[in-house]
């Protein structure tokens, strides 16, 4: 069983929770993470606060989630916590890594997840693993 710490981004605009044993590292415009015990990958975690169009809908994160499952022929639409969600996953230009997207949020804001690993990496029991831990990471992602 994994042990769970709140994360709040400086502004306390954004809470989710991380596994305790990972830690944060630098990373220009995102939050970004990585497992200090074994790295098993790097997730990113990058909010936008979308712009309201005059006449456009409320939710405009939704709007571009239900593109995305729209116009990415990978991407499939799930729930993970409040918040739905479209999933897919796509190689590196040098097909070394794998790069899993998770793109939730509500109403204007929206949040890109990334979970980077190794090509080979992929198939293994601890990827499996690691990616439900992501999805519990994505799913507690909170507004304030």
Sequence with gaps: MTDYKLFTTPSEEYSWTLPSNWEQYEEEG????????????NLRITP???????????NNASRYIEDEIRENEQAIKMDLGEY?????KSGTRDDDCIIYYWITGKENTLFTC????????????????ELNVIRQVVASIRIK
């Design 114 to 129: 990334t979970f980077t690993i190794d090509k080979e990496q992929e198939l293994s029991k601890e990827n499996e693993v």
């Design 84 to 88: 739905e969600c479209a999933f897919y």
């Design 48 to 58: 936008m606060v979308l712009q309201e169009k005059p006449g456009s809908q409320k």
């Design 30 to 41: 995102s939050y970004a993470f990585f497992n200090t015990t074994s790295w098993t990958g």
